[in-house]
T-cell receptor
Framework: DAGITQSPRHKVTETGTPVTLRCHQTENHRYMYWYRQDPGHGLRLIHYSYGVKDTDKGEVSDGYSVSRSKTEDFLLTLESATSSQTSVYFC??????????FGDGTRLSIL | TQLLEQSPQFLSIQEGENLTVYCNSSSVFSSLQWYRQEPGEGPVLLVTVVTGGEVKKLKRLTFQFGDARKDSSLHITAAQPGDTGLYLCAGTNAGNNRKLIWGLGTSLAVNP
C-alpha cells in the first residue's frame, strides 16, 4: 500500500470551530490533493499542491485553506466549520499531475 | 461543465455471473481512469486508458476506451464476492489534467 496517512480518521465538532485535517505521505510525491465525497456529488476537488508552498484551488475551495510546508505534509483547514462541510475528506498523492493513491479518509461531522 | 455518467447506478449479481458497467460523456477525454472503492476506504486506481479503442485487462477485469474517447466500459468475468465495491470512473481533458472529472460510480454487490 502507498504510504499515505490521514488524521484524524473521525471527528465531530461544532459549527464555528476551526478544524485542521492532516495528510502525511512517505512516497515523496510532488502532487497532493484534498477531495470531499458526498452522496449525489461524488468526489470533488477542494485544493491541490504541486510542490512545497505551491497550492491552487479546486472546484469547491470556498471555506477551506491549505498549507504545505514540507513535501510529506498537506494540511486542510476549515477556518470556521459549517454544517455544509460535513463530509468524508480524502487526501490523494501523485508522482505526476493526476492522483494515483488515496488515503482512507476522514469522516467529519459538524453539528 | 463536463460530466461523466455511470450506469447502472446499482448492480447486484450472483457469484460467477458476468457484468459490464459503463462510463459515458458527451465530451472527449485525453485519458480515463477506473477506481474501486470499498466501504471506509479511499478509491484504489485500477487502470488508466489513454488511446481511443484501447483495451486493457487486469485478471478478470477488461477495460475499454471508446474509439472517440468519450466513453469507457468495465467488464468483469465470473464475478466474485471480492469484486464487491463502488466502481468509479474519472476523466481528464487535455487542458487541465489536475482536475479529474468524476462519475458518481456503480455500486456492485456480488452475492456468494
Amino acid at each position: 500500500d502507498a504510504g499515505i496517512t490521514q488524521s484524524p480518521r473521525h471527528k465531530v465538532t461544532e459549527t464555528g470551530t476551526p478544524v485542521t485535517l492532516r495528510c502525511h505521505q512517505t512516497e515523496n510525491h510532488r502532487y497532493m490533493y484534498w477531495y470531499r465525497q458526498d452522496p449525489g456529488h461524488g468526489l470533488r476537488l477542494i485544493h491541490y499542491s504541486y510542490g512545497v508552498k505551491d497550492t491552487d484551488k479546486g472546484e469547491v475551495s470556498d471555506g477551506y485553506s491549505v498549507s504545505r510546508s514540507k513535501t510529506e505534509d498537506f494540511l486542510l483547514t476549515l477556518e470556521s466549520a459549517t454544517s455544509s462541510q460535513t463530509s468524508v475528506y480524502f487526501c490523494a498523492i501523485g508522482a505526476g499531475d493526476q492522483p494515483q493513491h488515496f488515503g482512507d479518509g476522514t469522516r467529519l461531522s459538524i453539528l | 461543465t463536463q460530466l461523466l455518467e455511470q450506469s447502472p447506478q446499482f448492480l447486484s449479481i450472483q457469484e460467477g455471473e458476468n457484468l459490464t458497467v459503463y462510463c459515458n460523456s458527451s465530451s472527449v477525454f485525453s485519458s480515463l481512469q477506473w477506481y474501486r472503492q470499498e466501504p471506509g476506504e479511499g478509491p484504489v486506481l485500477l487502470v488508466t486508458v489513454v488511446t481511443g479503442g484501447e483495451v486493457k485487462k487486469l485478471k478478470r477485469l477488461t477495460f475499454q476506451f471508446g474509439d472517440a474517447r468519450k466513453d469507457s466500459s468495465l467488464h468483469i468475468t465470473a464475478a466474485q464476492p471480492g469484486d464487491t465495491g463502488l466502481y468509479l470512473c474519472a476523466g481528464t481533458n487535455a487542458g487541465n489534467n489536475r482536475k479529474l472529472i468524476w462519475g458518481l460510480g456503480t455500486s456492485l454487490a456480488v452475492n456468494p
